[in-house]
């Protein structure tokens, strides 16, 4: 989760079959690479953010995907706190061909107001993402990993 000081985040618009999502930004981990390692790459492709410090794992997530098939798969997601001074204007290192192709299709500074404020019409991933951020804005990073929903 990249997050500014003035409680701006950026997230990522993912076009599905099934609808929009905004969503942080990330993907996975590559065979030999760690956690770390993996948040630093993704975040040079999709949104340009170049040795970010990463900070605390503060959340996790186990997403599972029901497929038209009747097939199920999933991601586990590690979700860590990333603080940039100020929101930047992102730049991703893969070319918009190739983030259209992982369903990428916009990225966008959000405030956390605005988030909890989005009608029906806009839907995030996690859906509780602005309440969520309100908590960790106002409380400071958890102590221990927090699992959160869906």
């Known amino acids: 989760m990249v997050l500014t000081p003035d409680r701006q985040v950026l997230l990522v618009r993912f076009e599905f079959p099934t609808g929009s ?3 942080l930004p990330g993907g996975g981990i590559d065979p030999g690479e760690s956690t770390i390692a993996a948040l630093q790459r993704e975040l040079l492709e ?8 990463i900070g605390p794992h503060i959340w996790e997530r186990l997403h599972i995907i029901p497929f038209l098939n009747g097939m199920f798969d999933g991601q586990r997601e590690q979700i860590h706190l990333v603080e940039v001074p100020v929101a930047f204007e992102p730049r991703p290192a893969m070319t ?15 405030s956390i107001d605005e988030i909890r404020a989005a009608g029906d019409d806009v839907r ?4 509780d993402l602005g309440n969520l951020l309100h908590d960790l804005t ?3 990073p958890p102590h221990a990993v927090i699992t959160i929903d869906v």
């Open 96 to 110: 918009w061909e190739q983030l259209n192709a992982e369903y990428v299709f916009e990225l966008r500074w959000w």
């Open 46 to 53: 999709e949104v340009g953010l170049v040795m970010a410090p």
């Open 21 to 23: 999502r905004w969503a």
């Open 138 to 140: 106002e409380s400071g």
């Open 124 to 127: 995030f991933a996690p859906s």
